[in-house]
């Protein structure tokens, strides 16, 4: 897998984020105004994840694999819904509000894996799928939790609520990408 090419300003990156909040805030107040995106780099049509925590604890975590739209909104979207949407946790409140920190990942297109021993932690997220099963983890995960290669795959797999060795199966399909994450 070559590496993402992808990049973003300071300035882009501010944005996104100011789009992401903006958007959570209008659930709770009216009148707040959504500024326009700066460049057309925010109209690229890529995958994107919205992760929220508070403090250490994770309190909502969405996204999309695939571009469907402009970035910009792709991102506005996905605040949304791990603010609200995530099953994981109860709706995410008004007072909660001052207290999320917010994490971004801008995903590189999917590409299938054909060797596993390539993957590397911390560089390289993972989609494994089994018929209609399937699970992801952004690259920052195996970072955090200090997994090996095949403690990622295990975990990965788990996600997708299969044995931890299904990656090794002939009919699981692995796929890798890399990410912007700020």
């Known amino acids: 897998m070559s590496d993402f090419m992808f990049e973003l300003s300071e300035d882009e990156k501010k944005f996104l984020k100011q789009i992401a909040f903006s958007s959570i805030r209008t659930r709770f107040e009216k009148g707040i105004k959504v500024p326009e995106p700066p460049t057309e780099k925010m109209n690229e049509n890529l995958g994107a994840f919205v992760t929220l925590k508070t403090g250490e604890r ?5 996204g999309n694999i695939v571009g469907e739209g402009p970035l910009w909104k792709t991102i506005a979207n996905m605040a949304i819904q791990a603010a609200f949407n995530d099953p994981r946790f109860l709706p995410l409140k008004q007072d909660e509000l001052d207290m999320i920190r917010m994490e971004i990942s801008i995903l590189s297109p999917l590409q299938s894996v054909d060797d596993p021993a390539e993957i ?5 997220g993972l989609l494994i799928r089994k018929g209609k099963s399937s699970g992801l983890l952004l690259p920052q995960v195996a970072t ?11 975990h990965t797999c788990g996600k997708a609520g299969l044995q931890p060795n299904c990656w090794k199966e002939p009919a699981t399909e692995i796929f890798w990408f890399q990410a912007i994450v700020f």
């Open 120 to 124: 590397i932690p911390g560089r390289h």
């Open 58 to 62: 994770l309190r909502g975590c969405i």
């Open 144 to 154: 955090e939790w200090g997994w090996d290669r095949e403690t990622f795959l295990a």
